[in-house]
């Protein structure tokens, strides 16, 4: 099977910075990857598929990019509402697993 | 507008089953698949499997295997999962979702094992 790993596990930044989370897969899956946002006692929330496709209502400070086994969502402006764990998900064919999830909070 | 209306929560001992519902609405049921995730205490997203709801047709994780069942009942757009021989590992939010990278989620039924 296919295992996606999430670097880094948590992060800590402040309000206004740019912050990078990055998903690999150990083998290519194409652009079949989404990122999901959960904050606490919530239910996740889809962001990007197709690797890089915004979510109607999503802002825009929000991008996903890569292809093939290594990917990246970015926060270009991390706001005190993005405070939340981020987790990527492969969807080429099962199992369709999510990475262990990025969490994210403020300095 | 699309939902997805999960049944209550489930209190249940070691060795039981539980079976979750997830209801469908404001689309047309059959041309979406239906995934199963779950999330236990303090854990990350895990997926347990996947519905085909047009021909039964199902996925689902290696560590599930013989103890998951998924099944549709298209006449009232609803999905289920049963878990069987539940343990307190079990104990997690279950979450059903229409698909795969879509937005519609269910609320979530939190399913609690002890003794």
Same mark, same amino acid.
């Given at each position: *099977?296919?295992?996606?790993?999430?670097?880094?596990?948590?992060?800590?930044?402040?309000?206004?910075?740019?912050v990078?989370?990055?998903?690999?897969?150990?083998? *290519?899956?194409?652009?079949?990857?989404?990122?999901?946002?959960?904050?606490?006692?919530?239910?996740?929330?889809?962001?990007?598929d197709?690797?890089?496709?915004?979510?109607?209502g999503?802002?825009?400070?929000?991008?996903g990019?890569?292809s093939?086994? *290594?990917?990246?969502?970015?926060?270009?402006?991390?706001?005190?509402?993005?405070?939340?764990?981020?987790y990527?998900q492969?969807?080429?064919?099962?199992?369709?697993?999510?990475?262990p999830?990025?969490?994210?909070?403020?300095k | 507008?699309?939902q997805?209306?999960?049944?209550?929560?489930?209190?249940?001992? /070691?060795?039981?089953?539980v079976? @979750?519902s997830?209801?469908?609405?404001?689309?047309?049921?059959?041309?979406?698949?239906?995934?199963?995730?779950?999330?236990? /205490?303090?854990?990350?997203?895990?997926?347990?499997?996947?519905?085909n709801?047009?021909?039964?047709?199902?996925?689902?994780?290696?560590?599930?295997?013989?103890?998951?069942?998924?099944?549709t009942?298209?006449?009232?757009?609803?999905?289920?999962?049963?878990?069987?021989?539940?343990?307190?590992?079990?104990?997690? @939010?279950?979450?059903c979702a229409?698909d795969?990278?879509? /937005?519609?989620?269910?609320?979530?039924?939190? @399913?609690? @094992?002890?003794?």
């Amino acid at each position: *099977d296919i295992q996606m790993t999430q670097s880094p596990s948590s992060l800590s930044a402040s309000v206004g910075d740019r912050v990078t989370i990055t998903c690999r897969a150990s083998q *290519d899956i194409a652009n079949y990857l989404a990122w999901y946002q959960q904050k606490p006692g919530k239910v996740p929330k889809l962001l990007i598929d197709a690797a890089s496709t915004l979510q109607s209502g999503v802002p825009s400070r929000f991008s996903g990019g890569g292809s093939g086994t *290594d990917f990246t969502l970015t926060i270009s402006s991390l706001q005190p509402e993005d405070v939340a764990t981020y987790y990527c998900q492969k969807y080429n064919s099962a199992p369709f697993t999510f990475g262990p999830g990025t969490k994210v909070d403020l300095k | 507008q699309v939902q997805l209306v999960q049944s209550a929560t489930e209190v249940k001992k /070691p060795g039981a089953s539980v079976k @979750v519902s997830c209801k469908a609405s404001g689309y047309t049921f059959t041309n979406y698949g239906v995934s199963w995730v779950r999330q236990a /205490p303090g854990q990350g997203l895990e997926w347990m499997g996947w519905i085909n709801t047009y021909n039964d047709y199902t996925n689902q994780a290696q560590k599930f295997q013989g103890r998951l069942t998924m099944t549709t009942d298209t006449s009232t757009s609803t999905a289920f999962m049963e878990l069987r021989n539940l343990t307190s590992d079990d104990t997690a @939010v279950y979450y059903c979702a229409r698909d795969l990278g879509d /937005p519609y989620w269910g609320q979530g039924t939190l @399913v609690t @094992v002890s003794s």
